[in-house]
Every structure is written in structure tokens, then in C-alpha cells.
């Protein structure tokens, strides 16, 4: 078979289908490969017995699973290739700082190719990148780069919070045309929930409200979501909490509704601040919906600094459900 | 010149003159109307390489994929890119074979098996090499050419697309067009060892004589011959002359004088050949340039004709 | 000698020394190269005889202007290493777009050994790249990247847009013991103005209010400052106009005082729009200067997609003097 | 093992013992310690390794300079960094080298030429061939080491650096630690050619083998001496093996088992010899051992007793 039609939902499904963020990456994987002898993956540490922190364990398709030399530039460039030439890669990447050496590819090609051949070629490439975090990674394994590759155009960007999304983002990417990078967060592996067992994808660019309130609206993506999440629930915030899913192309639609609704506007990006996605949409409410407004909108980022080693300023480093919940109700009050 | 033991048949002859001749005279059209800037594109011009693009070329199928740089319109041509497309992507216009959006170095025609050249040095190896790993993905018999410039061995990523590919046994021949220059940089101050000292410990690899259509095609025979029947990679080392400055439309006099230019000429060559052995005669090879001269008219006419792309349609395919 | 101490200016200097914007970055480097022995020029086509668009042509000191191979990488990180080791390196390229096959090296070295080491080395760089534009240059030859670099702690980076700024950063960021990357637009090479033949130095980090109006802040760097100039000049607008200078850091203290004094803000970055300089500064003005903004701020920038090649499409992508007068007028009226 | 043919004097095989020494018995101190979650930061062991960063280091000044990567107690133990900053360093204190902000990976020791470590694979070479470029700029006389795995082979950034070296003649020598396996990739799957094939291209090259300190010492000394008098790069290539898995604290029981452990082990053969040749006994080696193990025991006690920065300091040199 060489392509799947994949339902497209949107809501959060309801049931018990327990099961974690990994198995849900696998699972989307082992189906996308069965259903589509186009699909393959690609990438340093792809074939390893870790099977990437378990998220591609027991693939079916073990022979389309193909462990690569430490050479992320031109192995993104052989992934985009193959997809150029008809085939579906899944590239794969252990720490989303790894990436760095590939940014060639990714700017200059991977994102430029469909628009500079005038929509003559395209690029149906899934890009997945794991952010690290914790015990001493230190500077260079622990960067959430996605703010990066959001500024350049002919790139979506995904970043999936809970297991389901994390199926059906990674569907929707197989399935699209262009090139998707999905970029996880190593803490969420673990995390469980309920995921349908047969292949769905969700929509590409479209968030979701995870919370209906009235006072203030939170913005967040990946993990800040599932902080975000902890914050409201155990202070009883009364906010909108947006998980964005999507955050290229960005779902401004859902955004300006709920702070149209709410007047107010936190953004929690667990990334760099500056030049950040919680840049852009601070930046686009204050354009766009700047008459909604009742008060100064606030992000919630990493400090403008490199991650620590140790763990006392690693802790000192990262938000938390704490620091996202201080500056909530101090926006409510 | 060494006279090869076995002429190709005449076929395949005037095939590669003709060839050849396209890419001289396409080029050489173009030599006086890039000053009157209505070609707004960074010209490369291929005049005295067309050897080593078009003694591959006739070896390959519509369906074999090759990947290639700024340096473009040889291998886009040799491999039968449509000289109409060609033409109004030049002169930017929406008829273009990338609709105006790429210009003189960004060539493509997915159904030849051109998906897309790039004017960033060296990634285009990575994504021929991409293609060759589609091929055996697919079961497909078909290979994949990376073409590219001494200039681009300097980078990385052919490093690392040479030791996957070794790795990988993907059906990938590396063409390695040695025109002894990286824009002003002689080949030896940006290459330290000889190319193929190295690429032989990864794999089959072929010195041809790159000014010699013959020798091109006699060593491409033996290369394309490998990639297709093992199903491993070969590399093709093609030493020859650049004619021209790196960019733009001048001959390079200091480098490459006239008197060099007439001893290396591998159209020049082709023809001696091929008179001698009555394969053509004077009469046949002007009505090639006739032939040639006219499909060039007409795709400049083509290509006049055409409608700009509208200002509106900017963001199409973004 | 092996260190030049120079006296920094802030001012735009008085004075009819009228050179080109790449003369004065030819002069301050042969300064620099003759007063400190320690700097040197490294790249490629750094001993071209276009001498990098004229910008290097006849140095005093040729035997230490380093041409490379193709290897933008390898480049980058050996200009660090030379840094760590005590030289004084300028990283030269042709076009900011060959960076991004540096980007391991930028990101995950340059910008991060300083902190990454506790402040025990630091890296004495400076990066210099050129944006193109105009004559079909397309999509991997026009890029303006410096919102990515700026997305990055560790690193400084500054946009000269007049030639006097072009020496005074060029000197600062040579003089720092810290990593720079100077942007310059390849349309302002021949820009002319008064520069003073001594050394001097112009102040990282700190933007110059060029014109001084009341109605309207407008905030710009590089080409869209000259662009901006021209707007405002040309059609009496009566608008504060803020040379950035430096993007990273970045002078919020002179547009916060800007917008208090107007209440309306315009930034003007000739780049893509997504997570771009443009929207930090939006961000952090809605964040910090809310009560102060009487109206939306707006933002002019790059088309979100790639240039195209035709020059009929590069003319509808790239905004103006003309689409910054018409934004400046919409929002003053 | 094949003796060489003249040892080196006491001073030097007494220096060489006793570094190795400290080498494994600071990393098998970390074995127990490390599941008791006190350094929490990622370790990559050198035990079995230590004869290449020591036979290397012997030759060389402390203004020699040297960058390696996240395998880094060997080098920085051998090129002299201090026991206790390095102790506090994996604890997470600020009187560690890098103040706490780099962790196990992450070392520096500016005065003795280690200006920092790098956890990105590859990116190190380019950075000793910068502090090589420094010495020629600034005609000192030291020379500047690259030390990496053969993983780091893989990575484009070797090849760029490799070809830049050569053609610039910088006192630069390259030392692959090939300890045969990149993380669980065996180096058969992550590079087909030998490595030394390549760098015989482009400069003077040493096989050397890794597990015999004697041979690394005769093998560094020839390249060593190489670089300083020639001031031309050269290539050391050290196959060595690896007893730990990649990371942490197990030994790989699977490929390499206690009885190829006991046969390589680099300083067994040292020891052997040493005793043989009456330059030291039983007893010496003893007495090395006790004041080895007494430093790391005070350096653990200096680490355990240094404080944690301060959150507060979380923004210093950033
Ligand atoms: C990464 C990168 N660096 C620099 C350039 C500028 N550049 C364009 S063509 C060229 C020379 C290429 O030489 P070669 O590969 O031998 O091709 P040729 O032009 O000789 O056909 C250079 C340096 C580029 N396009 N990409
Ligand atoms: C660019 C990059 N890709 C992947 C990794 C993950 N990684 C860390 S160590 C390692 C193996 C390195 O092997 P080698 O260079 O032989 O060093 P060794 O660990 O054997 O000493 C890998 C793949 C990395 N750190 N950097
Ligand atoms: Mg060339
Ligand atoms: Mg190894």
C-alpha cells in the first residue's frame, strides 16, 4: 500500500485506552509503516536497542528502520532527498541541539524547496527532535530550539503534550505533503492517557482549549501545558488554558478569541525568551487584539541564558506548575 | 587524446554532439543579452564542461535522478530539461521550470528525475545520495547521480554522504565536475588531497579525462555500469577547464587563454572524431547548430512572450 | 602591540570625512589589525580580490587575512579555537545565509563557552555576514537570519546602518571580550557619510534616536533604518526614529521612553516576520509598556515565505520607504 | 605485545603508571558512588582507555594546548587538571572547573592548555586546529592537540578540518581515540574506511595501538615531535578498547569480557615491564596506588565540603 487517509479529529478523545506518550509515537509509527511501504525512519541511534527512549520499539517494518553514522547534516539532507523522490522519512534526532549541525539543510533546503520550485517539488519529511531536560545534561543537551525553526518559513512545527497528540500529530505530519517537525520533550515519555487504538490524525495549526475560564487566558505548549495544567487545576484558576499543539502555523484564531473573552494573556514557552514563540504571540495579540486587552499580557520563559549543570540552578532554571501559578493569580487578582 | 578502443555508435554520437552544442550555444546566446539585464539571475555558464554532464547523461533513463548545483544548465540540459522552461526561468517568468521562483540556479523537473538544484554548496550531495536510498527503498532499478564541483569536496556533508553511502551500498554515483576552481580559489588551495586518493577507500572510482566526451562517456559506461549492477556507489573524478570567470559571461582570458581553450574543446574534439570516421561531415554539424540555433529562438521567443508572474501570487506555495 | 583601548561615542559624529560603509569597515579593521596584533581576518574569500564586496581590500597586514576552503563549520569553530587560545578572530562571510552550515558551532559553542565554563574562557569573536537582495538572488541567497542568532543567550549582535556605525561596532565588537556577529546589508556598502579617522567605539547594546518627533516611535535596524529615514523625511512625519544598532541586546530603555513619550509603536525589521526581532520588541513593549500605548502597535517585515527570483516578486516582497510612509501616516492620523 | 625497543626512562614510565593509576582508580571510585544519585551529571568512564590520553600526554608542556569531548576525565587527568576542582565539578560545586555550569562533560583548565570541553560530537577538532592556528599566528612554539573518537570520524567537520590543516600547515595533531564503538554503534556500521587511509592523504599518520602505553609512548613521541619540528599537522591513530558501556557506570560484560579486559589492560602491561626492569616493585606499585587513592579521597571530601552556588548566581557570565 503507499498512502493512508487518516480521519482528522480535533477534540480530546474520550476513553481508557491507557497508554504512555512513547507507546503512542510507536504505535503511530508502526502503523504509518504498515500501511504505506513509503514510510521509513532515519537517524543516528534509530536501529540503537533503545529504540529512542522507547518510541520506536518493535516496529514491525524493522527493515525499514535505518541506523546512521553521526552525520545529522547529511543525513537530513539523504532524509529530505528520499522524500523528494517519493518516500515518506521519519528522521529522528535524540536531542533537539543535534539539529544544530543539520540547520543548513533545514533553512536552506528542507524549507525553501517546495516555494523555490514554485510548488513544483515538496517535501513530505517528518523531522522528530527530543528536548532533554534534568540531571546535569547541561547546555548542550537541553535547548528547546523550536522558536528557531518557527522563523523560518516553509517549516511546521509541532509539539505535542499528551500522548493522543502525540499520535495524531505524528500521523497528520506522515501524511502531510510539507515538512513537519515535531519536537518532544523527554519528560513527557512517560506520561499516560488515553489514546484510540486505530489511525486519526489531528488538524496541523489548530490548538486546543483544555480548560474554559474566564479571568485569564494561558497559552502554552508541550510540557508547559501539562505545568500550566497542575497551576490551574490545584489553585482553582479560573482561566482558559490553550494547549497550541501547533505552533507553525499558529492557531491565532483561538488565541484572540479567548483573550477577547478574558482580556488577559499569559504565554508559557519553556524555551529561550527572546525571539521566542511567546514573542510572536504577544507580539500579534498586542497587533490584533489590542482592544481586548485589559492588562499588560506576561510570558513565562527560560531565563536569556544557557542551561546550568547543576542541579540547584537547573532548579533555579526551569518554571514550574509554581511559578506558572504565582504569576497567574497575580494577573487574576 | 587518447582515441578510444571502441567508438560509441553513431547514435550515441550525435547524440552528445548535439547535446553539446545545445549547451555551447544556449550558453553562448546568452553571452551578449545578460548585459542588457533582462535576465535579473546569477549567471554560471558551463562553456567547456559540457563534456562531463553530457557523457553521463547518455548513460541515463528519464527515471535515474540527479542532484546538481548553481552551476546548472550542463546537467539540467545533458539530462533533457525542456529549453522553453529553461529559457523563461531565466527571464523570470511564470512559464519557468520553477515558475519564477528559482532562477538561473535553481532548476527542476520532478518527471526527469531533477528534483530541485540548489546554490548552496555541498547539500546537494546529501540529497542525490537521498534519492539513490529511495531507489533501493523502492526496489527500483533506476540510480542517482550527485553532481558537483571540486569546491564542494571542501564541505562536510560530502564527507558523510561518502561514508553513508559506502555504509548504506545505495546506487549513488558521485560526479565530481573538477573545473580546477571554487570561484577565485585554485583547486589547490581549497583541496589539500587529490579527491580520488580518498574516495577510493569507499568505493569504485573512476578519473576521466572530463574535457573528452569520449573518455567521459567510456568511464561513465564503466561507472553507471557499477552503480546499476551492484547497487553500491562509485565516485567519477572529471577533471576540466572552465572556460568562463566563476560568475557572469566572460571568458577567463588570465586562466584560461584562447590557445587553451581551442586545444580542450571537447566539442572540437568530438567533431575530428566523428568526421574521421565519416560519422558526420561539415554540412551535418552546421545543420546541427541551425537546429540548435533555432530551438534556442524560439524558447527566447517563448520565453518574451511570457507573462510575468503576478505580484499577487507572491505567497503561492509558500 | 597586542590590545587598542578605544573611546566609545555614542553620538552620530558631526564632521565631513565622507566614506563608504565599506571603507569604514576597511578602515577600522586595518586599525585594529595594526594595533593589536592579535586580530586576524579568516574566511572564505576573505583574500579574494573582490576583497569581500571592497570591505577588505588593501590591509596593512595581508599575511594575516586567512582564505578558507568551503567549510563554513570547521571555519567557525577554528576561528573559536584561535579566540580561546588568545587571538582576536574576525569570522568573515559573503552571505549571512552560510551560516547556517555553522550553526552547530555558533549555537552550541560559540554562544555557550563563556557560561558553559563559568566564566573561566570566553570567546573573543567576531562574526561577520553580509544579507543580499535584489537580482534574482532567491531564496538561499537573501536571507536576513539575525532574529535567529539573537534567539540565542551568548550571543551579541549588531546591524550597522551608517558607515560611522559600521567602524564604531565593528571596533566594539573587535575590542569585546565576548562573541558578536555584525549583520551588514550588502545594500548599504556604498552608502556614504562622515566617519572620523581616529578609532572609536560605539557602545554594544545601545540604539541612537536618529529624528525626534511626537506622534509615533518608530523602531528599526540596518536597511529599515535608511528606509525609514527616508519615509519620515520625505513626508514630514513627526516621528521619534530609533536606530537599533544592536538587536541583541537589545536598548528597550530608549523605546520605552519613546513610547512613553508617543504612545504608538512601529517596528520596522526587513526580515521574516515569525519569531523575528520585530515581535520581541512588541512583546516587551505590551508586556512593560502597556499603559503607555494609546493604540495596536504594528510591525512592517518580510512576507512570511521565502524570496523568490524574479524580480517582479522581489519588488512585491521587499517593504520600502513607501510602505513604511503609508503604515507611519495610517497610524498617526 | 611487542616490547619496544628502548624504554623510556624511570621518570617518564613511573609518570605514565602512575597517571594511568589515578585515571582508574579516580572512575572506579565514581562506580558506586554514582548510583547514590550525588553527581548528577552524565559520565562517560576512560577505564581500559587510559593508556592513549597518557602515552599522548607525556610529550606534552602545559602550553601545549588540547580540546577534547564528553569522554573527557582521561585527557583532562592526564593533561594535568586538578583532582579536586574536577571531583567538584561532578558533584555540582561551585569550586568545580567550570563552577558548576558544565558538569561531567564539560572540563576546563585554561592555564594548562584545555580550554573546554564539548558534549556535541565532532565540533572539538575544529576547535584544536583554532588553538593550532593561534600557535602559528602567533609563532609560539607549542603545538595544539585534537583528541576525539571514532565516532567523531562520521562528522563533516573532521573532513573541513582535516583538509584545512593540511593546506594551512598548523601544528596540529589529530588523536583518534578508536575504542570501537560510537555509543552502541559498532565502528564497522559508523565508518567503512579506515581512517588512516584518509589522513594519509593529507598528512603524516601513526598507527598506534591503544591498549599498550609503551606504543602510544614511541608512536606520541614520533608524532609529537613531528608536529613541533615540522610545524605541519599530523594523525594519530589509537585503537583502543572500550570496557565501560557508553555512558555510566557498568562494564560492557558482552564485547568486552574480564578475560579481554585482563589481557588489554594498559596498565598490567605497564606494571609487567616496569617490574621486569627493575624500575619499580610490587611494593612502589602499591605505595602509588595508596597516595592516588588518598588524593581522590580528598578531593572527594573538598567536593562534598564545597558549597553549591548559589540560585541566586544562576545568571553569572551568561
Ligand atoms: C556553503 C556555501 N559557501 C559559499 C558559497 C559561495 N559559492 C558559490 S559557488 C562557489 C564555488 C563552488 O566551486 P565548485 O564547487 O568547484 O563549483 P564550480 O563553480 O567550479 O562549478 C562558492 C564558494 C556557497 N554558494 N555556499
Ligand atoms: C552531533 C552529535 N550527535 C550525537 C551525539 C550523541 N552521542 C554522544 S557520544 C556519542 C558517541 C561518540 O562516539 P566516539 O566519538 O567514538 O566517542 P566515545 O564515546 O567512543 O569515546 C554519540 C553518538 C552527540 N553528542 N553529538
Ligand atoms: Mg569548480
Ligand atoms: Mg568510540
Redesign the interface.
Known amino acids: 500500500m503507499d498512502a493512508f487517509s487518516i480521519p482528522m479529529e480535533h477534540d480530546m478523545p474520550e476513553g481508557n485506552r491507557i497508554i504512555s506518550y512513547k507507546t503512542a509515537i510507536q504505535e503511530a509509527t508502526d502503523q504509518a509503516m504498515m500501511h504505506d511501504?513509503?514510510v521509513?525512519v532515519i537517524g543516528l541511534?534509530a536501529d540503537?536497542?533503545?529504540g529512542m527512549f522507547g518510541s520506536l520499539k518493535n516496529l514491525s517494518c524493522q527493515e525499514?528502520v535505518?541506523?546512521?553514522?553521526?552525520?545529522e547534516?547529511?543525513?537530513?539532507?539523504?532524509?529530505?532527498?528520499?522524500?523528494?523522490?517519493?518516500?515518506r522519512?521519519i528522521c529522528i534526532h535524540l536531542r533537539v541541539?543535534?539539529l544544530?549541525?543539520a540547520?543548513?539543510?533545514?533553512?536552506?533546503?528542507i524549507?525553501?524547496?517546495?516555494?523555490?520550485?514554485?510548488?513544483?517539488?515538496h517535501v513530505p519529511l517528518v523531522i522528530r527532535a527530543v528536548i532533554g531536560r534534568?540531571?546535569?545534561?547541561?547546555?548542550?543537551?537541553a535547548?528547546a530550539?523550536h522558536?528557531?525553526f518557527?522563523?523560518?518559513?516553509?517549516l511546521q512545527v509541532v509539539m505535542p503534550a499528551f500522548p493522543y497528540a502525540a499520535k495524531g500529530l505524528l500521523l497528520s505530519a506522515i501524511q502531510d505533503d510539507n515538512p513537519v517537525i515535531i519536537i518532544e520533550h523527554r519528560r513527557l515519555y512517560d506520561q499516560k492517557g488515553h489514546v484510540p487504538s486505530e489511525m486519526f490524525g489531528l488538524p496541523l495549526g489548530k490548538g486546543y482549549l483544555m480548560r474554559k475560564g474566564r479571568s485569564l487566558s494561558i497559552v502554552a505548549a508541550s510540557l508547559a501545558v501539562i505545568d500550566t495544567l497542575s497551576a490551574v487545576d490545584s489553585n482553582d484558576i479560573d482561566a482558559d488554558v490553550i494547549d497550541l499543539r501547533s505552533i507553525?502555523p499558529?492557531d491565532m484564531e483561538i488565541i484572540r478569541s479567548s483573550v477577547k473573552k478574558t482580556g488577559k494573556l499569559l504565554v508559557v514557552d519553556y524555551a529561550?525568551p527572546?525571539?521566542?514563540?511567546?514573542?510572536?504571540?504577544?507580539?500579534?495579540?498586542?497587533?490584533?487584539s489590542?482592544?481586548d486587552?485589559r492588562?499588560?499580557?506576561?510570558?513565562i520563559t527560560f531565563?536569556?541564558?544557557?542551561v546550568?549543570?547543576?542541579?540547584?540552578?537547573e532548579?533555579?532554571?526551569y518554571p514550574s506548575a509554581k511559578t506558572i501559578a504565582k504569576k497567574a493569580l497575580e494577573m487574576i487578582k | 587524446m587518447n582515441t578510444p578502443h571502441r567508438l560509441p555508435d553513431s547514435t550515441a554520437c550525435l547524440w552528445m554532439l548535439k547535446k553539446m552544442i545545445l549547451i555551447r550555444r544556449f550558453s553562448e546566446y546568452l553571452i551578449p543579452i545578460y548585459p542588457t539585464d533582462v535576465l535579473e539571475t546569477p549567471l554560471h555558464l558551463h562553456i567547456g564542461q559540457e563534456a562531463v554532464p553530457v557523457g553521463l547523461c547518455v548513460h541515463l533513463t528519464d527515471s535515474d535522478?540527479i542532484?546538481f548545483s548553481h552551476r546548472s544548465h550542463g546537467p539540467a540540459l545533458a539530462k533533457g530539461i525542456n529549453l522553453q522552461s529553461l529559457m523563461a526561468e531565466l527571464y523570470g517568468k511564470i512559464t519557468?521550470?520553477?515558475?519564477?521562483?528559482?532562477g538561473s540556479m535553481?532548476l527542476?523537473e520532478?518527471e526527469l528525475g531533477m528534483?530541485?538544484s540548489?546554490a548552496?554548496v555541498?547539500?546537494g550531495?546529501?540529497?542525490?545520495?537521498?534519492?539513490?536510498?529511495?531507489?533501493k527503498?523502492?526496489n527500483a532499478d533506476h540510480i542517482?547521480v550527485s553532481y558537483f564541483g571540486d569546491g564542494a569536496t571542501n564541505s562536510?556533508?560530502f564527507w558523510?554522504?561518502l561514508?553513508?553511502s559506502a555504509?548504506?551500498e545505495i546506487p549513488l554515483l558521485f560526479v565530481c565536475e573538477h573545473n580546477h576552481w571554487a570561484n577565485n580559489m585554485p583547486a589547490h588551495h581549497h583541496m589539500y588531497g587529490d579527491p580520488l586518493l580518498v574516495s577510493k577507500v569507499f568505493m569504485e572510482s573512476f578519473q576521466i579525462d572530463g574535457t573528452d566526451v569520449l573518455d567521459v562517456y567510456k568511464g561513465m559506461a564503466q561507472a553507471v555500469g557499477y552503480v546499476k549492477e551492484m547497487k553500491k556507489p562509485a565516485f567519477a573524478l572529471c577533471k576540466t577547464l572552465r572556460w568562463m570567470t566563476h560568475l557572469g559571461v566572460s571568458y577567463d582570458e588570465t586562466h584560461c587563454p584562447e590557445n587553451m581553450r581551442q586545444k580542450s574543446c571537447p566539442i572540437q574534439k568530438l567533431q575530428t572524431i566523428m568526421m574521421s570516421e565519416n560519422m558526420i561531415d561539415a554540412s551535418g554539424i552546421q545543420h546541427i547548430i541551425a537546429e540548435v540555433d533555432q530551438d534556442i529562438l524560439d524558447a527566447d521567443t517563448f520565453a518574451k512572450n511570457s507573462p510575468f508572474p503576478s505580484p499577487d501570487s507572491l505567497m503561492?506555495?509558500?
Open positions: 511501504s513509503r521509513f541511534d540503537d536497542p533503545s525499514r535505518i541506523g546512521t553514522p553521526i552525520s547534516n547529511a543525513v537530513c539532507g539523504i532524509a529530505m532527498g528520499a522524500a523528494l523522490a517519493g518516500q522519512p541541539d543535534f544544530m549541525s540547520m543548513d539543510i533545514i533553512v536552506n533546503y524549507a525553501k524547496w517546495r516555494y523555490m520550485f514554485g510548488g513544483r517539488v534534568g540531571w546535569g545534561c547541561a547546555a548542550q543537551h535547548q530550539l522558536g528557531l518557527a522563523h523560518i518559513p516553509g507553525a499558529l529561550y527572546f525571539c521566542g514563540i511567546a514573542s510572536e504571540i504577544c507580539a500579534r495579540v498586542a497587533e490584533t489590542f482592544s486587552l492588562q499588560p499580557l506576561a510570558r531565563p536569556n541564558c544557557s546550568p549543570a547543576s542541579g540547584i540552578l532548579k533555579a532554571y | 535522478t542532484s519557468g521550470c520553477s515558475r519564477s521562483r528559482g535553481h527542476v520532478p528534483h530541485g540548489s548552496i555541498g547539500g550531495i546529501a540529497l542525490g545520495a537521498g534519492m539513490a536510498l529511495a531507489a527503498l523502492s542517482s562536510g556533508i558523510e554522504t561514508n553513508f555504509l548504506k503561492e506555495d509558500a
